[in-house]
């Protein structure tokens, strides 16, 4: 390839931003989409983060980056949601 390396680098981080665009078009077709799950390139890495409602659902997630994002450096800080019933009462002050 020729060119200088500054426009590797700039091409480099247009193919991040294009297969983290598509990442995000597959979590919002799919069962994925009403969760609040995002991805954003931070410092030429891939930041995953959320809240999901169950660990089924983060794994779906996880999977999902990890074949969007193969050979990419990759955050991820998703989270599952507290969904069950509480067990006592919550003490106000």
Known sequence: ??????????????????????????LAAEELGELGVRAEVRAGAVVVTGTVPSAQCRETVLRTVREELAGLSVHTDVVVAETATPDHAEELP
Request: glycine share 8%; net charge negative.
């Open 1 to 26: 390839m020729s060119g200088s390396p500054g426009q590797h680098a700039e091409a480099a981080e247009e193919n991040i931003e294009y297969r983290v665009a598509h990442l995000r078009d597959r």
